[in-house]
């Protein structure tokens, strides 16, 4: 079927339009997609969905559209596809209902063809979306804020998800690219005739199967097709192929499809481990949720293409979505890249977590969800695991929980049996001692958690885990070897795993073959769960939670800031993993030397890569670290060596009685030098540099252009410690969308046009329909103002 974007000119509103007929519709504005109407809306500490969703706003968004429908398409199937809309999705063509979807990330797919009219008369498409909170336990955003097209084929078509690829014979010289198709024809049987193609990333045929066939109603179709000297897709070489299926009657073509894969094989056992086209591998994971930072939940492919570029840099092989399916746009990027992606369906099943979450409609929707999820995925080499969900509150065999995984599981394997199957599993709950009077209360699901009896945990989630291939354990690191003795076949991976433990997580991974893999909580900063990886020093007397109050807007738990920057985690992180060349230096403010710290172990240590301190604090011992993979590090200040100290757990540290200058920490190994990394105490701030991290970027409204702003002295030294305020203006082609920074607690007003730095920097991001040039001018007190050009094309 041929594909027809839809992300142009909606008028949007926001209203309740169930009182529409009592109340008069508020004026429209024009708006493309993707889109989030929440983001922009003021935070406020009373906001209903609290902390979890990041003090954000809620409210019903309205989104009308004419189609512009020809009359040659009559006769012919017209399917609307919503890749994402949250939630509570109504679907209305001409005023007459056709489908609801609740979830809110699930994509979704619906046949307009008995609404659609061909007299004339306008087609009118309302699309009716719900932000309600408290509905979520991070940030969801609302409206439609990932991608929305038409498919439209002939009466005799191939509906999109309706191509399965698999590659089950992969040798040097040939592989073997299987290929089931649904074909959907009319009621009455015709014959046709098939062609399938497979091509190279050049274009060119390598392998075709033609037959005649007849088609009545649904008819499936099966063909295998060999492809000589196969090039594998791997994470080095992500090369990909094209399927290109046609169908003909009488000579002439009624239909046709073609998509993307990849020819690769991936094995998994609890003695070797995770194979990728029979190499073995450690999955260095981290878990993303789905929202772009300043953009709020919209899924432009720029965003996730650079989210996906920024973790593949800092050493991350694998990512887990969490806890829902990805965009489309996330799974192109990763089959494009070369990274590997863990899909998943669900938070939630008949048990919540939030009021108004998605168990109010699972019974009735999990198995539908299943199939659109599977189907629509699993054409991706990226995608290696399904979770059929994410610490369900069903995981201890309550409430036939052990049924519900063997008939989630069953389904998956329905759709797709090439795929693991896999469940993220936290610690269970011990029971409440209580009295029968008494009223059954553990307090927070914070203290819950804290509470987690793991000393039963692999008896009371035994039947759970039956059905999966995988076991995901979160934080739970303590009882694989148990799990390894009960269950010696079982394959395991953490799917969550605490940041400040990582190291200890990951020599699990290195030393039990069956621990496959690791994945980091989390790996780039995300809105919601407020503040759960904020340190607490001693001294500031501050009650210990779970999450943090208004203005706190992001977790603070990330390898990556909102701005894409590493976070000295993430420096560490890559060390670990094999980086030996890499180093860093860090400093904890003076003001906490001695002073003492906790935090939720979602937390690391409160660092920075500054050398730049008050005078009040000349000669005061500064807490200096080192990140190396070495085994000793040596300190200078200035020139002067103040001595070695042993790195243990790939970190060394040194007091230091602070002195403006040059500070440098040099990572050894056997004696000889490996990586160094060095602060500099920089001068007045002078100017603010624009650097925009590509050339020029595409004029299509949706290809995004990023530029960093940062606040430097006149030597080109950050200042890692200014938090003044910038104020952005654009001058040209393009439309600003955003200006924030990494600042995981502050008031600064997303889609504003000013903001304070962190750490001395902010990003600056626009679009553009028009191709031309835009200046972009950054100004700030005290400080010349930057500029720079940027060119859509």
């Known amino acids: 079927m041929q594909r027809i974007g839809l992300d142009k000119n909606w008028d949007f509103y926001e209203s ?39 003090y954000f706003g809620n409210g019903e968004g309205v989104y009308k559209k004419t189609l512009d429908i020809p009359k040659e398409w009559e006769g012919k199937k017209v399917i609307l596809d919503i890749d994402g809309a949250y939630m509570n999705l109504e679907v209305l063509l001409n005023t007459t209902l056709l489908a609801m979807h609740p979830n809110g990330y699930i994509p979704f ?32 955003g609302g409206g439609l804020y990932r991608d929305v097209c038409l498919w439209v084929g002939g009466p005799i078509c191939v509906e999109p998800w309706n191509v399965f690829v698999t590659t089950p014979e992969i040798g040097e010289k040939e592989a073997v690219v299987n290929v089931d198709t649904v074909i959907t024809g009319t009621d009455i049987e015709e014959t046709v005739d098939y062609r399938c193609e497979i091509l190279d990333a050049g274009g060119k045929v390598v392998g075709k199967v033609e037959k005649t066939m007849q088609v009545c ?3 499936k179709e099966n063909v295998q097709v060999t492809v000589e000297n196969p090039s594998l897709w791997d994470l080095e070489h992500p090369y990909l192929y094209t399927y290109r299926i046609t169908v003909s009657k009488d000579g002439e073509v009624t239909d ?57 840099k800092a050493g991350y092989n694998t990512v887990r979505i969490s806890h829902y399916p990805p965009s489309m746009a996330m799974l192109k990027v990763c089959d494009r890249v070369g990274m590997l992606l863990m899909d998943e369906a669900f938070d939630v099943w008949r048990l919540g977590k939030m009021p108004l979450d998605y168990h109010l409609y699972f019974e009735e929707w999990w198995a539908r969800d299943i199939e659109y999820m599977v189907r629509r995925d699993r054409n991706h080499p990226c995608v290696i695991t399904y979770s059929i969900g994410n610490e369900i509150t069903e995981r201890d065999g309550g409430n036939d929980g052990a049924e519900w995984s063997r008939k989630l599981a069953a389904k998956v394997r329905e759709f797709d049996s090439t795929r693991f199957v896999t469940s993220a599993i936290c610690g269970v709950f011990p029971e409440p001692e209580v009295e029968d009077d008494e009223e059954d209360s553990a307090g927070t699901n914070f203290d819950l958690n804290l509470m987690q009896d793991n000393s039963v945990w692999n008896k009371a989630t035994e039947n759970y885990c039956k059905p999966l291939d995988i076991v995901g354990y979160n934080y739970l690191r303590d009882v694989y070897e148990e799990s390894h003795e009960l269950f010696p076949e079982r394959v395991m991976i953490g799917t969550e795993t605490h940041s400040f433990t990582t190291y200890d997580y990951w020599k699990k991974v290195e030393e039990l073959p069956y621990v496959i893999g690791d994945c980091i909580w989390a ?28 203005p706190w807007r992001t ?99 040194m007091d230091i009685p602070y002195e403006p200058g040059i500070l440098e920490g040099i990572v050894y190994k056997d004696g000889a030098e490996i990586s160094r990394s060095t602060l500099v105490t920089p001068e007045e701030a002078a100017v603010l540099e624009l650097i925009p991290e590509e050339k020029s ?30 104020q952005v203006e654009t001058d040209g082609v393009g439309t600003f969308l955003a200006v924030g920074s990494g600042n995981p607690c502050t008031e600064d007003q997303i889609t504003d046009t000013k903001c304070h730095l962190y750490r001395g920097t902010a990003i600056v991001i626009l679009k553009s329909k028009e191709a031309g040039e835009t200046k972009i001018t950054v100004k700030a007190d005290g400080v010349a103002a930057g500029s720079c050009v940027v060119e859509a094309k």
Not at 19 to 44: C, E
Not at 278 to 289: F, R, S
Not at 532 to 540: C, L, M, Q, R, T
Not at 599 to 619: I, Q
Request: charge should be neutral; proline fraction near 5%; hydrophobic fraction near 35%.
């Open 217 to 219: 109603g649904k008819q």
């Open 523 to 550: 790996a780039v900063d995300y809105m919601g769960e407020v503040g759960v990886g904020k340190v607490y020093w001693e001294n500031a007397h501050e009650d210990f939670n779970f999450m943090a109050p208004y």
């Open 697 to 726: 970027f595409v004029a299509d409204g949706k290809d995004l252009a990023y530029v960093r702003a940062t606040l430097k002295d006149a030597d080109g030294n950050r200042l890692t410690q200014d938090e003044r305020e910038i």
């Open 555 to 653: 977790s603070w738990q990330s390898d990556i800031d909102l701005t894409g920057e590493q976070r000295p985690q993430s420096v560490y992180r890559e060390i670990m993993w094999g980086n030996t060349k890499k180093s860093g230096i860090y400093t904890t403010h003076p003001k906490h030397f001695g002073e003492n710290f906790r935090g939720t172990d979602w937390h690391w240590y409160d660092v920075n890569d500054c050398w730049c301190f008050a005078d009040e604090w000349l000669g005061r011992p500064v807490k200096v670290d080192v990140y190396g993979a070495g085994d000793e590090a040596e300190f200078i200040l200035n020139g002067k060596s103040l001595g070695r100290k042993p790195i243990e757990k790939l970190m060394a540290s």
């Open 16 to 54: 309740d339009e169930s009182m529409s007929f009592v109340f008069a519709t508020p004026p429209s504005q024009k708006v493309d997609l993707p889109h989030d109407f929440i983001v922009g809306k003021p935070r406020s500490a009373d906001a209903p969905g609290g902390p979890a969703n990041g």
């Open 109 to 140: 797919q619906v046949d307009l063809t008995p609404a659609l009219r061909f007299d004339g008369k306008k087609n009118k498409l309302k699309l009716i979306t719900q932000s309600r909170q408290p509905s979520t336990r991070w940030y969801s």
């Open 256 to 312: 046709q499809a073609e998509d993307t894969f990849g020819i690769r094989k991936i094995e998994v056992d609890a003695v070797n481990g995770f194979r990728l086209n029979g190499k073995k591998m450690n999955l260095k994971g981290g878990c993303i949720h789905h929202d772009n930072g300043f953009l709020g939940a919209c899924a432009y492919p720029k965003a996730e293409e650079r989210k996906i570029q920024v973790l593949k």
